[in-house]
T-cell receptor
Framework: DSGVTQTPKHLITATGQRVTLRCSPRSGDLSVYWYQQSLDQGLQFLIQYYNGEERAKGNILERFSAQQFPDLHSELNLSSLELGDSALYFC???????????FGPGTRLTVT | DQQVKQNSPSLSVQEGRISILNCDYTNSMFDYFLWYKKYPAEGPTFLISISSIKDKNEDGRFTVFLNKSAKHLSLHIVPSQPGDSAVYFCAAIPTTSGTYKYIFGTGTRLKVLA
């Protein structure tokens, strides 16, 4: 158990809908990262927050947004969902913005 | 453009033998490398890392080798155990970028046969 929690574990929704994925980092970790893993792909970095502020951005679509709240939990919002958005979404956390990351169990999103 | 490549999608090894997983990278700015292991229905877990100032790092049965001139790293598992069966991802970071923005490979599925 990494100490990073993600909810929900599974999510099934229809095209065009909007969903919110939630992540609680390990106690004491200030950085949160979001990754997407599509079928047979590696983990693609989406976005990083550090202590409430956006720190780095990767291949995140404009339809996607994220935020980190004062209690340090983070939410990833995915809107106007398409079939291709079906993937595993992982959250990771680390103590600082340049330290090793610990991953949550992921949220499996299925868009039908 | 895949900056970190794991060209072998799968590998099967007999229990007790050595498993060698390979990873190649293209970006010379990468200076810190990690290996993660992933079981089904779980998130990746950190296994071992190596800085570009070293060419080898060992932790128990796991050793990572880095060849900077060839832009190649490998993970050796000796002896391999059935519990090592998992997907292994290598990741690379340009730490001078000021953020630990991991670039992951596509993974190698290791199967250790009893």
């Amino acid at each position: 158990d990494s100490g990073v929690t993600q909810t929900p574990k599974h999510l099934i929704t229809a095209t065009g809908q909007r969903v919110t994925l939630r992540c609680s980092p390990r106690s004491g970790d200030l950085s949160v990262y979001w990754y997407q893993q599509s079928l047979d792909q590696g983990l693609q970095f989406l976005i990083q927050y550090y202590n409430g502020e956006e720190r780095a951005k990767g291949n995140i679509l404009e339809r996607f947004s994220a935020q980190q709240f004062p209690d340090l939990h983070s939410e990833l919002n995915l809107s106007s969902l398409e079939l291709g958005d079906s993937a595993l979404y992982f959250c990771a956390s680390s103590v600082g913005f340049n330290s090793e990351q610990y991953f949550g169990p992921g949220t499996r999103l299925t868009v039908t | 453009d895949q900056q970190v490549k794991q060209n072998s999608p799968s590998l099967s090894v007999q229990e007790g033998r050595i498993s060698i997983l390979n990873c190649d990278y293209t970006n010379s700015m990468f200076d810190y490398f990690l290996w993660y292991k992933k079981y089904p229905a779980e998130g990746p877990t950190f296994l071992i890392s190596i800085s570009s100032i070293k060419d080898k790092n060992e932790d128990g049965r796991f050793t990572v080798f880095l060849n900077k001139s060839a832009k190649h790293l490998s993970l050796h598992i000796v002896p391999s155990q059935p519990g090592d069966s998992a997907v292994y991802f290598c990741a690379a970071i340009p730490t001078t970028s000021g953020t630990y923005k991991y670039i992951f490979g596509t993974g190698t599925r290791l199967k250790v046969l009893a």
